[in-house]
């Protein structure tokens, strides 16, 4: 009888360990939780190419926050657009998204200071017109992610940016 229990209890031991593990990217952080309403995103320029099937952008994301805002860039982004062309208009959004999202590349920015990156992005040909942009980019916790990279992830939004 005491062989029973002792083996219940080492069943119980590693059911326990086995569910606390994945549990942490569960569990609550609250310094992550802040920086949706500390960081800011300025789109700082946006430039269409000559094919007319990408932009290249320049963001600023700044931590307006009192402690120093250490997240990641995630994969996933998506740009809105409208475009007024002789004759009508159209708007959308056109966008990549990561169902499990990971750490793209991770960064610590001090309260007041910004971080400053260029990336292009792939979007279907528009009509020639005025242009205006405004895009999404994802922020995930390198802190909380599972074992299949399903990292805790929010959405920072720019501001409108017209292209000429």
Request: net charge neutral.
């Amino acid at each position: 009888m005491r062989r029973a229990g002792n083996r219940y209890r080492s069943l119980l031991l590693v059911a326990a360990v086995g569910l606390a593990l994945p549990g942490c990217e569960l569990m609550p952080d609250p310094a992550f939780d802040a920086l949706p309403e500390a960081l800011a995103l300025k789109m700082v320029d946006a430039k269409l190419n000559s094919s007319r099937s990408s932009i290249d952008f320049s963001f600023e994301l700044a931590n307006k926050g009192k402690s120093t805002a250490s997240a990641c860039l995630g994969p996933s982004r998506s740009v809105d657009y409208h475009v007024d062309y002789k004759g009508g208009s159209e708007g959308g959004s056109i966008g990549s998204y990561v169902d499990h999202p990971g750490c793209a590349r991770q960064f610590a920015i001090e309260p007041g200071d910004t971080l400053s990156w260029a990336e292009t992005i792939a979007i279907r040909e528009m009509r020639q017109g005025r242009l205006e942009v405004k895009v999404d980019v994802q922020i995930t916790n390198p802190n909380r992610c599972g074992s299949w990279g399903n990292c805790s992830a929010f959405d920072v939004t720019s501001n409108t940016f017209e292209i000429r």
